[in-house]
């Protein structure tokens, strides 16, 4: 496809959508704006845009594509001033945010009858923020909600995967409460309990340092998701609050239940409470991205000697394999350790695995 695509909000989603958009329609023209300038510099300075845009009207006003990327409460102030300039005639405008209730209100409130609005969410990300971190296989196998309004077409809809579908993700159409309702579940609340185990550890390390030092493992697995970046998690947590707070009246149910268990020393109630738990996680689909993405892991016997992991890692360099994380998970001296390497795409693990066991390591898919 050709044509004006705006991208407002230079973000991590933001710029690895331009990517997507720009490895599948070369022909398209990639605006950026973000109220920060040096991420509009970041992101001209690595061909995330192909022109950098002064103002917010200005790009807004040549797009045939919006897509706002901001933190969600700052997309609905962009929605009040989309209301009162004069867009292009068949333009689509989409959102990245991760509450979709707020925004398709204002979106039906606001504009006119003629602009097609249609929500969408990519559901895939990480904790980190910023146009540095963009990726073009940000997305890839992850589900993509889009929540159209009733009045949308559904040749504006196909447009618009049109337009994503090199993010090669799964479109899903849902409706606006649902989707607060399941993100609500999946995503939005456990990311409020990550921050509170953080926080509950933290109040005990000011007791015991030793807290701080062993807080690893399943603590940092648990807790990845508390270093995202908290402005943005501020708007999320606001915008849904009303499904959130009835997930802590029942979550305080599932702590209440489990406490009465322990202090009756009941052993079939604690057994069944991890069994319950550990019978539906297992029954997870483990090859779809979900809405707190897994990362494709390799886990491999390293030797503890000096250079053992560089020597790892220069070969699937060599190979262009790109590793998003690389965590050491048991070494101890003269003994083997597990090093566990995390790809964005299982054909990336697959590509890793079978170059590690041509080269004499021992791998596995699971720890
Ligand atoms: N981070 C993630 O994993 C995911 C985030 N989302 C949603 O996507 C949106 C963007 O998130 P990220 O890219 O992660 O955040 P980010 O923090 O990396 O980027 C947001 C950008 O928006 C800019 N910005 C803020 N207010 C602005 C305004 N009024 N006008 C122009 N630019 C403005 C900021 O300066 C920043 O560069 C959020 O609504 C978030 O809920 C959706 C899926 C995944
Ligand atoms: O860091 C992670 O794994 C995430 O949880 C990413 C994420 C953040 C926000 C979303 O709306 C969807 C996915």
């Known amino acids: 496809m050709s044509g004006n695509v705006f991208i407002v909000g230079l973000g991590l989603i933001g ?35 192909d022109e950098k845009v002064t103002s917010f009207h200005e790009g807004a006003e040549l797009a045939d594509l919006i897509i706002l990327s901001t933190p969600v409460l700052e997309m609905e102030k962009l929605m009040k001033q989309l209301s009162s300039l004069t867009l292009k005639e068949n333009v689509i405008i989409t959102d990245t945010g991760s509450t979709k209730g707020g925004i398709m209100q204002l979106a039906s409130k606001l504009l006119q009858k003629e ?28 589900f993509y909600v889009l929540t159209p309004q009733l009045s949308t077409s ?84 606001k915008q849904n609050r009303l499904n959130l707070l009835d997930l802590i009246e029942d979550w305080m149910m599932e702590m209440r239940n489990i406490q009465n268990v322990l202090a009756e020393e009941d052993e079939h109630a604690i057994i069944r409470f991890f069994e319950e738990a550990k019978e539906f996680r297992d029954s997870l689909p483990v090859h779809s991205k979900g809405a707190i993405p897994s990362y494709y892991d390799l886990y491999v016997d390293v030797k503890d000697v000096p250079g053992a992991i560089a020597g790892i890692t220069s070969l699937l360099a060599k190979q262009s394999i790109s ?26 693990r697959s590509k890793a695995q079978v170059l590690l066991n041509h080269n004499n390591f021992k791998t596995y898919e699971a720890a």
Do not use: C
């Open 154 to 237: 559904s040749e504006k809809v196909e447009e618009l995967k049109d337009w994503l579908s090199g993010a090669n993700s799964h479109f899903l159409v849902l409706d606006t409460e649902e989707h607060d309702y399941i993100t609500g579940v999946v995503s939005h609340f456990p990311h409020v309990i990550a921050a509170g185990l953080v926080n509950l550890a933290k109040k005990n390390a000011d007791k015991n340092p030793l807290i701080s030092l062993l807080a690893a493992g399943g603590f940092r697995d648990v807790t990845r998701i508390a270093s995202s970046n908290p402005n943005m998690w501020k708007d999320i947590v």
């Open 15 to 49: 710029g690895s959508l331009a990517l997507t958009i720009k490895n599948q329609h070369p022909h398209a023209k990639i605006y950026g704006y973000d109220v920060k300038q040096s991420e509009i510099e970041t992101a001209s300075a690595l061909n995330i845009i």
């Open 115 to 142: 602009v097609t609005f249609i929500g969408g969410h990519p559901m895939a990300g990480s904790h980190k923020a910023g146009v540095e971190s963009a990726k073009v296989h940000l997305f890839e196998n992850a």
């Open 323 to 348: 590793i998003t994380n690389l965590h050491i998970l048991e070494s101890r001296e003269g003994l083997l350790g597990v090093l566990r390497i995390s790809f964005q795409k299982d054909e990336d």
